[in-house]
């Protein structure tokens, strides 16, 4: 059960505090079908995951939330996150960044990246160990949806130029690049 803290004005210009239980939803079950909701995990970004998590580099690419606790819009996009985080959590993993916490670590690393959030909300996607697209401001569902994939393609297609450019250099052919013009040598023993 989760408490809730309630402040009545009363006419007497005194105030009260009305406490009532609700519970928690992460014990909410959906009335038609039963089962609990689906919710992805956020974890919080400190100084004690940040370098295993967003520079281990590990397979999967990593969505910070940079948000405060007093911000309207960042409370707007959290449910938007969530849902998104869902859907994408086979290829990424959603962590939330509190700006006004005390990891100095976490601050040091995103603006050695330049990726230190000015306003907020911020969106910030980590691959392989660097911030690779920012967002600030709110964002539909649609538009992260865009976000995500087209910084996600960009890794794969990435992926296919450097398997083609090994295949590329097995068969012999060579290339050069200079400030205007690119030379080609092909047909090497």
């Known amino acids: 059960m989760v408490r809730i803290h309630a402040f ?6 005194t105030a009260a505090f009305s406490t009532r239980s609700v519970p ?6 959906h009335k038609r079908t039963g089962r609990r909701p689906l919710q992805a995990q956020i974890v919080d970004l400190d100084d004690s995951n940040y ?10 690419s990593f969505l910070v939330d940079a948000c ?4 309207g ?14 859907k994408w959590s086979d290829r990424l993993d959603v962590m939330r960044y509190d700006i006004e916490s005390k990891s100095t670590n976490v ?31 709110i964002i ?11 910084n996600l393609a960009d890794q794969e297609d990435l992926d296919k130029d450097i398997i083609g450019a ?6 012999g052919f060579i290339s050069f690049g200079a400030s205007h013009d690119d030379y080609m040598l092909s047909g090497l023993p």
């Open 68 to 71: 405060a606790v007093w911000c």
């Open 8 to 13: 009545l004005w009363v006419t007497s210009s």
């Open 166 to 171: 090994a295949e590329e250099q097995r068969s």
């Open 24 to 29: 928690a939803l992460t014990s909410s079950v």
């Open 107 to 137: 601050k040091m690393e995103l603006l050695r990246q330049d990726a230190l959030p000015q306003k907020l909300p911020s969106l910030i996607l980590f691959r392989d160990g660097k911030a690779v697209a920012k967002h600030s401001g």
């Open 51 to 60: 370098r295993d998590t967003l520079l281990g580099g590990g397979e999967k």
């Open 140 to 150: 539909s569902e649609e538009e992260l949806d865009d976000f995500i994939s087209s």
């Open 73 to 86: 819009p960042c409370k707007l996009i959290e449910p938007i996150v969530r849902r998104c985080g869902e």
